[in-house]
C-alpha cells in the first residue's frame, strides 16, 4: 500500500511548469466568465494532470480522465480519492466532479457523446502525454494514429481561451514517428 505521499508528484519540471501556467490562465478565462468548464486528461497514466486539474479547475468543472490501462484508471482513482479525503479534512473541499474511463483517448467523441453530463460543457482544458505509463514496461504505447484521432477531437471542441498541453515521450519505438505527425499536424 502506497502512502499519500509517494502519490504525491516530484517537483514539477519547468515543461510541467509551462504547462500548468497555461491551463491555469484557460481555468481563469473560465472564472472570468462564469463558465463551468470540462478538462481533459487523454493518458491519466499515474493521475498527477488529473488531480492538477482537478485541484486547479474552477468550482464544479468535470474532470475526465482516459486511459486504455486499468492500472492508470486504478491509480488515477486512488490519487483522486485520496485528494478529496485530505481537503475534506483540511476543510477545504475539492469542488471538481471527475470521470475514470479505461477507454483510449481516440475514443473521446464517443465517449462525449455518451455523457450526457458533459454535453454542452466548454473543454478549457486538455493533457496528454502521449508515450507509456511511467513505471511500466514500454508494451503498451501510444500511437501516432489514435494520437492524432484524439489532438483533432479536442481542436474541434477546444472553447476559446483553452488551453491543449502535449507531451511526447519518444524513448520507445513508434515514439518519434508520432511525436513529428503530431508537429506536422499542429503546424497546420
Known amino acids: 500500500m502506497h502512502s499519500e505521499q509517494t502519490l504525491r508528484p516530484a517537483r514539477p519540471s519547468l515543461l510541467d511548469q509551462l504547462a500548468h501556467a497555461g491551463l491555469t490562465r484557460a481555468f481563469a478565462a473560465a472564472r472570468e466568465n462564469g463558465v463551468r468548464p470540462l478538462c481533459l486528461d487523454g493518458t491519466a497514466g499515474n493521475g498527477h494532470d488529473s488531480l492538477f486539474l482537478a485541484e486547479t479547475a474552477p468550482k464544479g468543472a468535470l474532470v475526465l480522465a482516459l486511459d486504455v490501462q486499468p492500472a492508470a484508471i486504478a491509480a488515477t482513482e486512488k490519487r483522486l480519492a485520496l485528494a478529496r479525503e485530505r481537503l475534506n479534512a483540511a476543510g477545504t473541499p475539492l469542488?471538481?466532479?471527475w470521470r475514470c474511463l479505461c477507454r483510449g483517448h481516440e475514443e473521446l467523441e464517443a465517449v462525449l457523446r455518451d455523457m450526457p453530463e458533459a454535453a454542452g460543457l466548454p473543454l478549457m482544458?486538455?493533457?496528454?502525454?502521449?508515450?507509456?505509463?511511467?513505471?511500466s514496461d514500454k508494451s503498451c504505447v501510444t500511437r501516432a494514429e489514435t494520437s492524432l484521432r484524439a489532438v483533432d477531437a479536442v481542436l474541434e471542441r477546444l472553447a476559446p481561451c483553452g488551453c491543449l498541453c502535449l507531451h511526447c515521450y519518444t524513448g520507445h519505438a513508434g515514439g518519434a514517428e508520432e511525436e513529428a505527425a503530431l508537429r506536422e499536424r499542429l503546424a497546420g
Do not use: C, Q, R, S
Open 95 to 97: 469542488e471538481t466532479d
Open 125 to 135: 482544458a486538455a493533457v496528454f502525454n502521449f508515450g507509456w505509463l511511467p513505471g
